[in-house]
């Protein structure tokens, strides 16, 4: 399994990696940049959270390592791995509908909130598992 020994990083198609599930202690890296965005994440076996400008993007329980996360207006997509299934808790645009596909098959439909947040779990085998998250319309 990889892990992000860095806890963050940019990698080379624009995309940011993070997280290491691995970890025993909590530990966190504040104000990494990526296109003008400031970003901080905290990780280790129980949780991993991403921040951006402040405000909570993704989190993941217990912890997991995210890979070429992608976020743009059609939604979020991301490698993720993990040593057991995930709850992952996103913030997304308020009061909109989206598709979940894991490993490009379509799990289901699901709303944001008045705040943004979309709540759904995972099931993580040996490998990395391909999550997408897609605007419906």
């Given at each position: 399994?990889?892990?992000i020994?860095?806890?963050?990083?940019?990698?080379?198609?624009?995309?940011?990696?993070?997280?290491?599930?691995?970890?025993?202690?909590?530990?966190?890296?504040?104000?990494?940049?990526?296109?003008?965005?400031?970003?901080?994440v905290?990780?280790?076996?129980?949780?991993?959270?991403?921040?951006?400008?402040?405000?909570?993007?993704?989190?993941?329980?217990?912890?997991?390592?995210?890979?070429?996360?992608?976020?743009?207006?059609?939604g979020?997509?991301?490698?993720l791995?993990?040593?057991?299934?995930?709850?992952?808790?996103?913030?997304?645009?308020?009061e909109?509908?989206?598709?979940?596909?894991?490993?490009?098959?379509?799990?289901?439909?699901?709303?944001?909130?008045?705040?943004?947040?979309?709540?759904?779990?995972?099931?993580?085998?040996k490998?990395?598992?391909?999550?997408?998250?897609?605007?419906?319309?």
């Amino acid at each position: 399994m990889a892990v992000i020994e860095e806890l963050i990083r940019q990698e080379e198609d624009g995309s940011i990696s993070f997280g290491n599930h691995l970890m025993e202690e909590k530990k966190k890296v504040q104000d990494f940049e990526v296109h003008g965005d400031l970003y901080k994440v905290k990780t280790f076996q129980e949780i991993t959270k991403l921040e951006k400008n402040g405000k909570m993007l993704l989190e993941a329980v217990p912890g997991a390592t995210i890979l070429h996360m992608v976020q743009n207006e059609k939604g979020v997509s991301f490698s993720l791995e993990a040593s057991e299934d995930v709850q992952l808790t996103l913030e997304l645009e308020a009061e909109t509908e989206y598709k979940i596909l894991v490993d490009d098959v379509n799990v289901g439909k699901i709303k944001t909130n008045m705040a943004g947040k979309v709540n759904f779990s995972v099931e993580v085998q040996k490998q990395a598992v391909s999550v997408k998250i897609e605007k419906i319309g």
